[in-house]
């Protein structure tokens, strides 16, 4: 039997079609229809949940450049919502969908990485900003501030576009973003294990230094003419 809902269909049309003897093919078919139609509202109820959701981008100190703000809400929305995605990928009811549900949760995933090696890259950038504003220090680490230097000018390139474009699930669903910030914080591995090889020299050179936090000693060396 091939029944098309319209508007006027109605219940005697559907006796005098029969359909009372193919109940449980109609049961089956709305089960089906009714698992469908629920995927379909739990992603299009999540993709509305992070339409309005910004980064918080604001600008940090007299450096000319941003940092953001990232905070547990979001952080933990992205993680509830991976999980429901993935439950959806594994559900009997998924073919109308699978395809929206595969670039979904890619893009949750990608801006969950995103963020966290944003974190990562933002903690040490703030560490090493104010080190490597020293022209002394970085006289001291040629190679070290030539790295920091090119990090920099990728950290300043991100967080204007960011404060341009601060939609998060638009902005951080980027393959190249990701791979821009891996090769920021590769930059500043770089540049934190030569300053620590650096002070190190420094401490086996005049033992007092051991005494010293790393951040007391750089201090010291930065105001150090002859280092």
Known sequence: VNVQPKATLTFSKCLEMGL????????????????????????????????????????????????MK???????????????????SFSPY?????????TWENKLRITQDVMEEWAICQKSWLYLEPIFSSEDINRQLPVEGKRYQTMDRMWRKIMTTAKQDP?????CADN????????CNKL????????????????????????L????LLEILSQTKDP
């Open 20 to 67: 009372q003897d193919h109940v449980e093919t109609i049961s089956k078919v709305a089960e089906v229809a009714a698992k469908e139609f629920s995927i379909e509202q739990a992603l299009d109820k999540m993709e509305a949940e992070w339409d309005p959701v910004l980064l918080e981008i604001s600008a940090y100190k007299e450096t000319g450049t941003y940092i």
């Open 70 to 88: 990232s905070g547990e809400e979001t952080a933990q929305m992205l993680d509830d919502h991976i999980v429901m995605t993935q439950a959806m």
């Open 94 to 102: 998924k073919k109308p969908f699978e395809a929206r549900i595969t």
């Open 167 to 171: 939609k998060m699930i638009t902005f």
């Open 176 to 183: 190249r973003l990701l791979e821009n910030l891996r090769e």
């Open 188 to 211: 500043l591995d770089q540049v934190q294990k030569g300053l620590s090889e650096y002070l190190e020299t420094k401490r086996m050179a005049f033992p007092r230094f051991y005494f």
């Open 213 to 216: 936090s790393d951040d007391e």
